[in-house]
């Protein structure tokens, strides 16, 4: 039984979205960052969609975007060799990182004093935020271009997936490899959940779940067409993956069993993500917009409200008025 | 001279700026549901949704004119 959605479609970008992340819930809400080829990163209100600022600077394609917990500050990653952060009230760029090729993936640690950055350089880069002048500490290993990277374990190991099809985890105070996991093909994303240690993987058309401590399999999920990107809800009962196909699927996470599929992209599926409330999940697509789906269609959230009009069945839309035109000449 | 010239086009820069800033912005859910509200509160002065009588209709077929 599949309730018609309707999702709230935000434009903007001029450009395929190719990275999101939701920040933590502040006392303002939670806020989504958006990373976009048009080298345009955008910051947006997350329950509704609404545009709040644009960060201005980069000259390339933006790979990579990042909020911190309390949405105070922004990192993103780009094609023109650089790794920004920013003031995410202001919008003002405070520290540019300048690397030696182009940067893919960022990510703070929980307390937003260190950034992780890695890119096409094939080295992870920890950069201590209190003091941006020093060097930052450089792990090598991977032997093509690292993908994402991530902080795990309250950020003393780190994750990362790269182009070598490995994904390997390091503890952070020795910079040593831990371990490694193979694939017999590219991983195309990666996604941690902190709450219970879970590693979400997404490689062809299949979606993985690890421990991620140990990089034990948990479960392995099958979808109809090759998925770019997989988000588990925070309090595990579904997760949702789009890619290739265009369309957004939802699965029930412990019986595996493909619930509902959503059609409304223009274009492939690049990144998902749920909300930190798990009321919501956002998709950023190669049509260059982002589209924000209800977890619960028919409830009261955000800009959706539940209207049931007598002699349609039950659907969800934020406003309905029909009239009968007539129109004589 | 250029350094005139430019301090032209500067404060003409500057002025347009001023202008921008003071622009009054609202949120996109906002300014969606403020449309929505107009056009359901003026749906009945719209005479494509409520209809027109043909009297009034100017683009209604016209009766031709002769020469007498």
Known sequence: MAMRQTPLTCSGHTRPVVDLAFSGITPYGYFLISACKDGKPMLRQGDTGDWIG?????????????????????ATAAA?????????????????????????????TQDSNCLLTAGNDKLLRIYDLSNPEAAPLEIAGHTSAIKKALWCNNDKQILSAADDKTIRLWDRSSMEEVKTLTFDTSVSSMEYVADGEILVITYGKTIAFYNALSLDLIKTVEAPAPINSASLHPEKDFFVAGGEDFKLYKFDYSTKEELESYKGHFGPVHCVRFSPDGELYASGSE???LRLWQTAVGKTYGLWKCVLPEDLGAENSEQMYTLAPEIKA | MSGLSNIVTMKKTVQQLRLEASINRVKVSQAAADLQQFCLQNAQQDSLLTGMS???NPFRPQKV???L
Do not use: M, Q, R
Not at chain 1, 55 to 61: E, Y
Not at chain 1, 83 to 105: N, P, Y
């Open chain 1, 54 to 74: 644009t960060f201005l600077g980069h000259k390339g394609a933006v790979w990579g975007a990042t909020l911190n917990t309390d949405a105070t500050k922004a």
């Open chain 1, 287 to 289: 049509d260059g917009t």
């Open chain 1, 80 to 108: 023109d060799f650089t790794a920004k952060v920013w003031d995410a009230v202001s919008g003002d760029e405070v520290l540019t990182l300048a690397h030696k090729h182009i940067v893919k993936t960022v990510t703070f």
């Open chain 2, 54 to 56: 043909s009297s009034n």
């Open chain 2, 65 to 67: 004119c002769s020469f």
